[in-house]
């Protein structure tokens, strides 16, 4: 017995020495967030405390500077809960977002309580122009799914005045070579449908809110997120950083010639001060993967000089 358990240990250690994480496991969802599902109409699920739910915009046809954007690549919005202290729970969120839907949203959110932490864009030349605003509450999760619902419930039902102009995407979803790729970042992701997205966390700040701990389920996290093909593929994604890695950060990406499109905060009164930045890129898999990793590396203490 005590020889299989040093056996399963090390397997253990080897994949998260290989990939950096683990991922969580589904847990039995709590009588409580199956009712915030329930009110909310949404789809969701619960690994490690936290439930996620889900608020994918598929109801959008995007293109970004001629690509053809799966939902998964980019415009997957979110909820999630997690137990804070006492009986209230830390809800924070990414809502995406139309720009007509912007301020309804907004007016929404405010009016019932909830703080609207950001607003921001994620990409440029995105047809339709999509916005994302990040929202945080303290309640129980009841009072969370009531005090929210007014505003999911206007995602995708404000009427547009402005006319849709007709863009043809110049690169389409393709196979791109995820193992390449997984390797060249240092940590797996993980396949939704022609989009192959690392995440990785940030466990090394322990940054907390009331006492939860905010992880990278709760949206403490750096990711990139792949589409297109090995010759011709196009990245996106955010970089969460302390305020002395911004710079270092900045100067890698752009020498590795990815765009730096947004530089903003997601969470409010936090110590230590979290910043984050989305940027975007086309070009070769693997240009682009070296690109993510450079910039992955600038994070922590004792990073490696920015090449």
Known sequence: MKKRTVIALTATYVLYVTFG?????????????????????????????????????????????????????????????????????????????????????????????????????HFFFDEPRIFFMHVMGHASPADLARKVKPALDLIGHVESTRPKAPITATLQPGKIDTTKIAKIVGHEGEQNGVVYKITVGRDDLKLREMGALIDARMGLNTWASFV????????????????????????????????????????????????????????????????????????????????
Not at 39 to 62: F, Q, S
Not at 269 to 281: A, C, K, Q, S, V
Request: glycine residues 10%; hydrophobic residues 40%; charged residues 20%.
């Open 21 to 121: 994480s683990i991922p969580a496991q589904a847990q039995e969802m709590p009588k409580q967030y199956q009712g915030v599902l329930d009110t909310l109409g949404k789809k969701g699920d619960y690994k490690a405390n936290v439930l996620k739910v889900n608020i994918p915009r598929t109801d959008l046809t995007v293109t970004v500077d001629g690509v053809a954007t799966p939902t998964p690549f980019g415009f997957g919005g979110w909820l999630a809960m997690t137990k804070g202290e006492g009986a209230r729970d830390v809800m924070m969120g990414d809502l995406v977002l139309l720009q007509e839907e912007v301020n309804p949203v907004m007016s929404a959110l405010l009016d019932n309580g909830l703080d609207v932490t950001a607003l921001h864009n």
């Open 228 to 307: 297109g093909n090995d010759q011709t593929a196009a990245v996106a994604g955010d970089v969460a950083m302390l305020e002395n890695e911004v710079n270092r950060v900045l100067k890698t990406l752009r020498k590795h010639g990815l765009n730096v499109v947004a530089i903003h905060h997601h969470m409010i009164e936090t110590r230590p001060t979290i910043i984050f930045l989305h940027y975007w890129g086309k070009g070769p898999a693997e240009k682009l993967a070296t690109g993510f990793k450079a910039a992955l590396d600038q994070l922590g203490e004792n990073p490696p000089p920015s090449k």
